[in-house]
């Protein structure tokens, strides 16, 4: 039966901006609207609203809700919500149930296919998610709030390809400076730690150029997963630690001695490291690779990732020589040329992609 009762017992009016009604007759709609929020609290997470019987019911899904059938997905059925919350947006204060950000990630309309207590099927025709969803009540041990949901039908795009693991970087050859500058893209040359990050649901998972997990080494880097929030996207880049405001080889080698959490943690405290992603493999069900350099980049930008701990390094088309000078003056050892028109290439080692130093000049 809906009841807003427990609802009411976890928030003061008061002190949180939500909706909080006064008790009174439910009101009844179309059973067919429904609402994903993206929530910023504790941990990062997506709550999923159904109208129904004049509340919203609710889940609360940590990873967001799967993009293919292959894939489940936990669901924690939480208390129903007034019909007003489906228009929420806005910052719940911390110490207050839930305090964080919550906004509007995406809304529409749904069909009920099946709904009990025992399981809920509904196809959805939002703007970002249309599809067929089944949330199962697991009734495990007991706990009547634990879910799982997963998607039945296949993904709405027919292109779609699932987000990868891992893929052998693309490195760059020895060279010296383009003849024909204006095809080229220069970055600095950073000789740090290769890192590709995995991002979906929100969480991060870093692996080494021999695709080995890292990522409990570098616990300041968690925060770029929420960032990136429900996007799903593997990045290609490098993590650099700094000493006397440049990058120090022996520096990142200590960090990534960490055997521990507690290790790890004291390390990122006395030895902070940046994570630089200069390019975007994958994103959103669409494979990136085939694109050319120039297009990959300017994926990445639109991303917006700017952090204490990660940032986007700046590229530059054409005028080479005076990048390299650049880099020289401010104590990098070189630059990386990339052919404008050049796709990434996994496991190559290619003329498209070149380093250039002080001896090659």
Same mark, same amino acid.
């Given at each position: ?12 009016p ?49 990873k ?63 703007a ?44 760059? +050859?020895?060279?010296t #400076?383009?003849?024909?500058d %204006?095809? /080229? ?5 950073? $000789? *740090?730690?290769? !890192? ?11 692996r ?8 409990g ?21 490098e ?31 006395r030895?902070?490291?940046?994570y630089l ?21 300017? +994926?990445?930008?639109? #991303?917006?990732?700017?952090? %204490?701990? /990660? ?5 530059? $088309? *054409?005028?080479? !020589? ?17 052919r ?22």
């Amino acid at each position: 039966m809906p009841d807003l009762s427990e609802y009411r017992r976890k928030r003061d009016p008061k002190r949180t901006p939500e909706p909080v009604p006064e008790e009174a007759p439910l009101p009844r709609g179309n059973d067919d609207v429904f609402v994903i929020q993206e929530h910023h609290a504790r941990r990062l997470h997506w709550d999923v609203r159904f109208e129904r019987a004049g509340v919203l019911v609710s889940w609360a899904v940590p990873k967001g809700l799967p993009p293919t059938p292959g894939t489940t997905r936990l669901a924690v059925h939480t208390e129903d919500h007034p019909l007003e919350y489906a228009t929420f947006s806005g910052e719940i204060p911390a110490g207050e149930y839930g305090g964080g950000s919550m906004t509007i990630w995406d809304r529409g309309t749904y069909e009920t296919l099946h709904w009990n207590e025992h399981k809920v099927e509904v196809r959805l025709a939002g703007a970002k998610v249309r599809g067929t969803y089944l949330f199962v009540n697991r009734h495990k041990d007991g706990e009547k709030r634990d879910w799982i949901v997963r998607r039945v039908d296949p993904p709405q795009r027919r292109d779609f390809a699932e987000l990868p693991t891992f893929l052998q970087p693309m490195v760059p +050859r020895k060279g010296t #400076l383009p003849r024909d500058d %204006d095809k /080229w893209g220069y970055e600095f040359l950073w $000789e *740090g730690q290769r !890192a590709q990050a995995r991002a979906e649901g929100g969480r991060l998972v870093l692996r080494d150029e021999e695709g080995d997990e890292i990522t409990g080494a570098y616990p300041e880097l968690r925060g770029l997963g929420e960032q990136i929030g429900a996007t799903e996207v593997l990045l290609d880049g490098e993590l650099i630690a700094l000493d006397g405001g440049k990058p120090s080889q022996e520096a990142l080698r200590e960090r990534a001695s960490a055997t521990d959490a507690k290790q790890a943690k004291r390390l990122a405290a006395r030895i902070p490291v940046l994570y630089l992603p200069f390019d975007v493999l994958h994103l959103d069900g669409r494979s990136c690779l085939d694109e050319p350099y120039t297009k990959r980049r300017r +994926r990445l930008r639109k #991303l917006n990732l700017e952090g %204490d701990s /990660w940032r986007v390094p700046q590229h530059y $088309e *054409g005028g080479g !020589a005076a990048v390299l000078d650049a880099a020289l003056a401010n104590g990098l050892s070189g630059i990386t040329a990339k052919r404008l028109d050049s796709p990434y290439v996994p496991g190559s080692r290619t003329d498209d992609w070149r380093t250039i130093t002080r001896k090659r000049r």
